[in-house]
T-cell receptor, first 112, second 114 residues
Framework: EPEVTQTPSHQVTQMGQEVILRCVPI?????FYWYRQILGQKVEFLVS????????KSEIFDDQFSVERPDGSNFTLKIRSTKLEDSAMYFC??????????FGPGTRLTVL | AQSVAQPEDQVNVAEGNPLTVKCTYS??????LFWYVQYPNRGLQFLLK??????LVKGSYGFEAEFNKSQTSFHLKKPSALVSDSALYFC????????????FGAGTQVVVTP
């Protein structure tokens, strides 16, 4: 069964450094998402991406964040200058025209 | 604005007993409602959805959920719980006019004891 994959599973970085989180969505899916979950808190929507552009974003998704689908298979989330409060589990998700999203296993980002 | 509430942080149930996980929602327009389950160190797994039609929807692993428009609820149920059902359960809502953005509840930890 096809699934969403994410790399790395755990990323440790220093405050102020740039990180890129990678996702490979299910191959025929058209809509792509990033969510995050700070430890002990809700899963929060960050951004949705369709037809090579951002379709919707939350107030969390400020200028420090960007997304890209560079090669038709990968979907990346970049944080330009990480802050301590960016420490969280980041989930990628994708869907076809149907309504349910399929989630990856997540990348745990730790900012020191 | 849309929102989801899961009033119970944890639900404890004995194996073989019925399991109910509660969810209420608030959204403008008709809601799309979802349940996901998260096992330790795993991503969110889709269980079931309500879009339209029959108020009782059936999903994976023997789970079902009942949509109640008047009570704005979408409770998850399983007639006979298994120890392997122990996990974190999330209810989510999507507004019909969005690009698929899901609003999640805080999650309910289900503990099934043998």
């Amino acid at each position: 069964e096809p699934e969403v994959t994410q790399t790395p599973s755990h990323q440790v970085t220093q405050m102020g450094q740039e990180v890129i989180l990678r996702c490979v969505p299910i191959s025929n899916h058209l809509y792509f998402y990033w969510y995050r979950q700070i430890l002990g808190q809700k899963v929060e929507f960050l951004v949705s991406f369709y037809n090579n552009e951002i379709s919707e974003k939350s107030e969390i998704f400020d200028d420090q964040f960007s997304v890209e689908r560079p090669d038709g298979s990968n979907f990346t989330l970049k944080i330009r200058s990480t802050k301590l409060e960016d420490s969280a589990m980041y989930f990628c998700a994708s869907r076809l025209a149907g309504n349910e999203q399929f989630f990856g296993p997540g990348t745990r980002l730790t900012v020191l | 604005a849309q929102s989801v509430a899961q009033p119970e942080d944890q639900v404890n149930v004995a194996e073989g007993n019925p399991l109910t996980v509660k969810c209420t929602y608030s959204v403008s327009g008709n809601p799309y409602l979802f349940w996901y389950v998260q096992y330790p160190n795993r991503g969110l797994q889709f269980l079931l959805k309500y879009i339209t039609g029959d108020n009782l929807v059936k999903g994976s692993y023997g789970f079902e959920a009942e949509f109640n428009k008047s009570q704005t609820s979408f409770h998850l149920k399983k007639p006979s719980a298994l120890v392997s059902d122990s996990a974190l359960y999330f209810c989510a809502v999507r507004a019909t006019d969005s690009w698929g953005k899901l609003q999640f509840g805080a999650g309910t930890q289900v503990v099934v004891t043998p």
